[in-house]
């Protein structure tokens, strides 16, 4: 492969354009909680606007991040879930996470103990092995 075609295919580019975007992450990891709807969506993220919240969700759905059901209930109800490509986005949340807290630089988190319960609790949300 010449180095220009594996510049124009740059593999952090390449994640980045899945998780980059504004309020991407914090929808993979609502959805990581167990949301699946958008109502909670926008309750978990009060600066979130209806329209942001729709587009990012397109956005990962398009990507094959997000998978929208849509029962033929009354009212209709729609929810979204991760897809296996989504779920695989765990290990990369968990290792900003904990880069992120090394560096923390609250005093609780300064504390080794605290810092591996932090970073015990983000494994088992993210359900990394």
């Not at 952090?12 to 998780?19: A, M």
């Not at 969506?41 to 209806?50: D, K, V």
Request: aromatic residues 6%; proline residues 4%; glycine residues 4%.
């Amino acid at each position: 492969m010449a180095s220009g075609t594996l510049l124009k295919c740059c593999p952090v580019k390449n994640t980045l354009r899945y998780i980059g975007k504004k309020w991407s992450i914090s929808i993979i990891q609502n959805l990581f909680d167990g949301k699946s709807r958008f109502s909670e969506f926008l309750e978990a993220n009060p600066e979130l606007s209806t329209k942001m919240l729709s587009t990012r969700l397109k956005d990962l759905e398009r990507e094959g991040i997000v998978r929208k059901s849509v029962a033929s209930t009354s009212p209709v109800t729609v929810t979204y879930a991760l897809t296996e490509k989504g779920r695989k986005l765990n290990r990369i949340l968990y290792e900003i996470a904990v880069f992120s807290l090394n560096d923390c630089p609250r005093e609780v988190l300064r504390d080794p103990a605290r810092k591996r319960e932090s970073v015990d609790a983000l494994r088992r949300r993210l359900l990394v092995q």
